[in-house]
Nanobody, 122 residues
Framework: VQLQASGGGLVQAGGSLRLSCAAS????????LGWFRQAPGKEREFVAA????????YYADSVKGRFTISRDNAKNTVYLQMNSLKPEDTAVYYC????????????????WGQGTLVTVSS
């Protein structure tokens, strides 16, 4: 599966953005999807993940209660709704896919999108 992330941009602290990740291929519904982010000078970190059926989600503690991951299998798209954004959320956000079960380790994902930059100003 090929992934294309979009929706990043510049937003003030407290604002919202919605990231999208569109996937190609007819087997999208069999994939778990994850969002990761990498800030300048830092390692890539887990943000959120959703399993293939969309009934199980995982969040990093730093985003829990502010971010929501969802998927629309009819549109082959996974979303990350980001509310109450903070300057420390500034990073390049990547979507990733693996078969069936959602996990939090980046190394367990097989396919990656190109990343979209989110900048939160204070």
């Amino acid at each position: 599966v090929q992934l294309q992330a979009s929706g990043g941009g510049l937003v003030q602290a407290g604002g919202s953005l919605r990231l999208s990740c569109a996937a190609s291929g007819r087997t999208f519904s069999r994939f778990a999807l994850g969002w990761f982010r990498q800030a300048p000078g830092k390692e890539r970190e887990f943000v959120a993940a959703i399993n293939w059926r969309g009934d199980t989600t995982y969040y990093a503690d730093s985003v829990k209660g502010r971010f929501t991951i969802s998927r629309d299998n009819a549109k082959n798209t996974v979303y990350l709704q980001m509310n109450s954004l903070k300057p420390e959320d500034t990073a390049v956000y990547y979507c990733a896919a693996r078969v069936l079960l959602a996990v939090t380790r980046a190394n367990d994902y097989d396919c990656w999108g190109q990343g979209t930059l989110v900048t939160v100003s204070s």
